[in-house]
């Protein structure tokens, strides 16, 4: 058996219990009836033994005696008198001491000085052990001898051999009771950390399928439920890895069969004009572009998941962040015929945030209202929205998008229509950039669109840190 298992070491600390506890608790408990018997008869025949001294004193007559030794037949004891010499003069039972031998000189010199004695006796023949009290017989000051009363402490051994038989059969009673608790307890509890191991086993094989079904609400409960959350988390992230890789292989590879093949038609000379080779070398620029842009993207994208990448937090003017923004994506929007607008309050507050960053939120917000906006306008907003948070919105008056795409636009890789998406260039990594940046730094985005009437994101952004 493996002395890891739960059940040994559970059973090897109850049972060190047991011992700690029983057998002390044993100890003392046959020490206090021990203690009480002998004091019991002790008592008894100190009693015993200064009434016989007392009526012995108070009487004349010579049959006090003859009494006091029917009177201890009757109390299951035995009794001596001795007289002031310290002879025997009267012996009920006491075979070792005869009438007329002497008692120990050490004990009658104690007695004439008018204190009792305490002493133990062995019966030499049946080797019955005895407790023995004799008080002095003292009548006007005078001493005239003395009464032993001795009782027989088998009695009492017997009483203390039952009650050390009752205390060792429930010893015994209890160390069964507790190795069926120990068998119970260890079952109920190694049972289910075996299932939880075997499904943890699993799982780690990629049968992500597997569950653990333990409803209790415990501790092991608790853990089933992490094992099965864990098993959840691990399919979603194996599928939407799968998806990742096969958006990325498929983002990939059409630039590049765009370049390969645009190359090969120029090194082959495929073109009839100049004007020809220039449209086909502008096509290899936007194409290395793309993908330049894809690549860098990427990266950025999967540091921030990661959570390498660190933010230069400081006091900025979010008007000037929007202003630099506008300005760079300008040329594109003249280009398309759009005009942006800034509406933005003299004075903002500013926000504790990183200014670089908040320009490429920005910068994606614009380039995509660029790209997906036809004719019209794109606004920037700026505002208060209440304590300690800014709110800013970038509105176009684009193509918008279906309701049922919204939840998902923040997605890696998710286009509305793929290949309008591609066409104009974009990466479909944007609008997550975006999500991260903003919510690395204590934010919230939201979009709202009507199809066909354009699109707005609004992002809050807390003021944050101390006021500047
Ligand atoms: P992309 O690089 O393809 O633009 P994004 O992550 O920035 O990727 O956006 C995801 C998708 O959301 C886009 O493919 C597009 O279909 C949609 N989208 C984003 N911004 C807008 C917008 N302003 N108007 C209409 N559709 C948008």
Request: hydrophobic content about 40%.
């Amino acid at each position: 058996m493996n002395a890891n298992r739960i059940v040994v070491k559970l059973g090897v600390t109850i049972f060190s219990l047991f011992l700690v506890v029983l057998f002390p608790m044993g100890f003392v408990i046959n020490q206090i009836f021990s203690g009480f018997y002998y004091s019991q008869v002790q008592k008894q025949i100190e009693q015993l033994a200064s009434r016989y001294a007392a009526e012995i004193s108070a009487s004349t007559s010579s049959m006090t005696v003859t009494m006091i030794e029917m009177m201890s037949a009757f109390a299951d004891v035995k009794s001596l008198v001795v007289d002031a010499e310290g002879q025997i003069v009267a012996n009920s039972g006491v075979s070792w001491r005869p009438l007329n031998s002497l008692i120990p000189k050490e004990e009658m010199n104690r007695l004439a000085s008018a204190k009792a004695v305490q002493i133990e006796m062995v019966d030499p023949v049946s080797q019955e052990r005895f407790v023995a009290s004799g008080q002095p017989i003292v009548s006007e000051g005078r001493f005239y001898g003395a009464v032993y009363v001795l009782s027989s402490v088998d009695v009492i051994d017997r009483s203390l051999q039952k009650v050390r038989g009752s205390l060792i059969l429930s010893g015994v009673g209890a160390f069964f009771l507790a190795l069926g608790l120990i068998f119970v307890l260890s079952r109920k509890l190694s049972e289910p950390l075996v299932r939880m191991e075997k499904a943890t086993r699993r799982i780690a094989k990629g049968e992500l399928d597997t569950r653990v079904d333990i409803p209790s609400n415990d501790e092991i409960g608790s853990l089933a439920k992490a094992i099965n959350d864990l098993a959840v988390d691990l399919q979603r992230y194996r599928d939407t890895r799968s998806e990742f890789f096969s958006n990325i292989s498929h983002d990939l590879r059409t630039p590049m069969t765009n370049l390969e093949g645009y190359a090969n038609v120029l090194r082959e000379g495929l073109y009839e004009s100049e004007e020809e080779k220039h449209k086909y070398l502008d096509i290899i620029h936007d194409e290395s572009k793309r993908l330049t842009h894809l690549i860098q993207d990427l990266f950025e994208l999967s540091k921030m998941e990661e959570g390498k990448i660190s933010l230069q937090m400081e006091w900025i003017d979010l008007t000037e962040v929007v202003e630099l923004a506008i300005r760079k994506v300008e040329p594109k929007a003249k280009h398309k015929k759009l005009v942006i607008r800034a509406d933005m309050p003299q004075q903002v507050p500013f926000v504790y945030a990183d200014g670089q960053r908040m320009q490429q939120v920005f910068m994606n917000l614009l380039d995509n209202a660029i790209r997906y906006t036809e004719s019209g306008s794109i606004l920037v907003e700026i505002r208060q929205a209440g304590p300690g948070k800014i709110a800013t919105a970038v509105e176009d008056t684009g193509i918008g998008i279906p309701e049922e795409e919204l939840p998902w636009v923040f997605e890696r890789f998710y286009r509305v229509e793929k290949s309008r998406s591609r066409e104009h260039g974009g990466t479909g990594l944007g609008l997550a950039i975006v999500k991260q940046l903003v919510e690395m730094q204590g934010g919230t985005v939201q979009v709202s669109s009507v199809p066909g009437k354009g699109t707005r994101f609004e992002i809050i952004l807390p003021i944050g840190g101390d006021s500047p």
